[in-house]
């Protein structure tokens, strides 16, 4: 069973225009979320995380949204820049063994 | 340069073949993990070592063995795989083992793997 969910395999957006990508969790457990992003022929790298004890976090670009009540949280990308295509994986860890849980991944692509 | 490295970057494979992937940090950090990305699949974590010590399995096949013979490095052999085996395999490593808001997994690039 899923525990954290990205509904979205794909996202297209035009340059400049904010990017939203979206993510479910079921696990109440879950504490800290973090967003990585994956270019092809690398490894995921950390983008930015949230704590639960908070409902945004920013970071230039980038900011995440937590809504507790709703388990979502949603990475805003404004503006959106040809460079940041590339899959997005939102991940969570909390509970009793805080590893990592992750999403499928979603597919940005941002055009020119 | 992420600070893991992994190789082989690719690897084909029969399914009588014995092969072992090879992961090292130089990060100095305590953790390192196997994961596993198949097509249209989440990251599925396969193990964990802390200290060299394994503190995780999670539920893999046995034709997978891990081994952690110090803090920096980490294999996977493999051996008669199956070719849904095929995926690719990342290793990342962590200060801790209790990743969360001030404890990051810091991944390699990971080898891509077919099975035939």
């Known amino acids: 069973d899923q525990q954290v969910k990205q509904n979205s395999p794909s996202l297209s957006v035009q340059e400049g225009r904010i990017s939203i990508l979206n993510c479910d969790y079921t696990?109440?457990?879950?504490?800290?979320f973090l967003w990585y992003k994956k270019y092809p022929a690398e490894g995921p790298t950390f983008l930015i995380s949230?704590?639960?004890?908070?409902d945004k976090n920013e970071d230039g670009r980038f900011t995440v949204f937590l809504n507790k009540s709703a388990k979502h949280l949603s990475l805003h990308i404004v503006p959106s820049q040809p460079g940041d295509s590339a899959v997005y994986f939102c991940?969570?860890?909390?509970?009793?063994?805080?590893?990592?849980?992750f999403g499928k991944g979603t597919l940005l692509t941002v055009n020119p | 340069e992420t600070g893991v490295t992994q190789t082989p970057r690719h690897l084909v494979m029969g399914m009588t073949n014995k092969k072992s992937l090879k992961c090292e940090q130089h990060?100095?950090?305590?953790?390192m993990y196997w994961y596993k990305q198949s097509a249209k699949k989440p990251l599925e974590l396969m193990f964990v070592?802390?200290?060299?010590?394994?503190?995780e399995n999670n539920s893999v096949p046995s034709r997978f063995s891990p081994e952690c013979p110090n803090s920096s490095h980490l294999f996977l052999h493999l051996h008669t795989l199956q070719p849904e085996d095929s995926a690719l395999y990342l290793c990342?490593?962590?200060?801790?083992?209790?990743?969360?808001?001030?404890?990051?997994?810091?991944f390699g690039s990971g080898t891509q793997l077919s099975v035939l």
């Open positions: 990060l100095g950090h305590n953790a």
């Open positions: 949230i704590s639960s004890i908070k």
């Open positions: 696990n109440s457990m879950f504490d800290y």
């Open positions: 070592y802390n200290f060299k010590e394994q503190t």
């Open positions: 991940a969570a860890s909390g509970g009793s063994n805080y590893k990592l849980t």
């Open positions: 990342a490593s962590s200060q801790g083992a209790r990743v969360g808001l001030n404890e990051k997994l810091f």
